[in-house]
């Protein structure tokens, strides 16, 4: 039946561990020229950039290697916000060189009981940076955002929407052990909806960075945007631009991923629950597969990665390789149990999967054989834990990365 092709199969999303098949990962250690990468020099100089480069080929398409000269306004500060602990600023970033409604607005607190420069947590938000705190001196974002988001009408941000996200955000816990935090809304960079391409900067910003829309995705846009975060931290004083922590959560999780592989200055990454095409394996067939985020997220990533929906197993990466982008950097992946949509097993198969690659720098990885016990931290460099609980960014979560960055910039 040469030239045949077979009805596409279908992958549902399984939650039992039974069915979960044999699968193979593709050897993170194993270069181009078939010979096993042996050391770090190897691995910088050779491996990482080939792996790299299989990742915009396959799931994430180009990120944009022109640089760019942001230019950012304070749009208003305080030091005296959150009843004096800290000190508000609001900065504009704006990312096109003539057009000013090209922007992102970030959002930092920063602990005025310590003398800075300090350490900063940069992560994004889901529904705008009003939603973090409810503090009513952040400005209202006035940017599209998903009906579902608190408060929202005609898809805009309300006063009812303020502080609807404070729980993912523990503004004063982060505070008191003396880092700061930035973060803006992912929206500022593109809509999260499958056209959201053309009222983002995919569309404005395709001649200035050369590349277009179909080129990349939306999960390349928002990467780009935490970059670009970092150009700005860099020109500002009070923080410590050498000890930048990048946290996403869920999709935004996959997005600093990308991001913390794509920029060496992101010094520690935090993968919460990121899940499919992210921290999790995507050829255990466990939760969420690859075929129903491309079903469901059209706009998330390149248009090669669709072509391995109903065969995952001809993807030259896996997400072992994506958290292997992170060596030698600090990396903390976290899972929920209940969340078995992000499949917790797949992200910790991951993460000691990677771990072989922190050993070529002498750092040590995860070496447990299996899921360590609800919150119970394991590893070294690569840090896991498993928590009790729901999809979410918890005050547990945020203990575990604060105490682990604090640690590992010491
Ligand atoms: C959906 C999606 C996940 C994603 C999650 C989130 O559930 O299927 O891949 O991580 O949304 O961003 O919360």
Known sequence: FAGFKSQAQTFPSNNDESKVAAYTLPDVLKMPNGKQCANS????????????HLYEENQFGRFPSKKINIRYRLLETDKNALGGTATRKQVRIFLHPADSSVYTDLLLYIPNQVKGPVPVFLGYNFSGNHTVSTDNNIILGNRWVPSRARGAVNNRATEASRGADTASWQVSTILVKGFAIATAYYGDLEPDTAAGFMMGIRSSLKDVLNIQPNEWCAMGAWAWGL??????????????????ALLGHSRLGKAALWAGAADPRFALIVSNESGEGGA?????????TLQIINAHFPHWFAAKYKTYGDNVNALPVDAHMLLSLMAPRPLYVASAVEDTWSDPKGEFLSAKEASKVYALFG?????????PALQQQVGGTVRYHIRAGKHAVTLYDWEQYLQFASEQFR
Not at 42 to 52: A, D, S
């Open 227 to 244: 970059s670009l975060m970092v150009d700005y931290l860099q020109q500002d004083n009070s923080i410590d631009a050498h000890k930048i």
């Open 280 to 288: 999790a394996i995507s050829r255990r067939w466990y939760g969420e």
């Open 41 to 52: 020099r190897e691995w910088m100089q050779v491996q990482r950039p080939y792996i790299f």
């Open 363 to 371: 750092k040590k990885g995860i070496d447990a054989d299996s899921m």
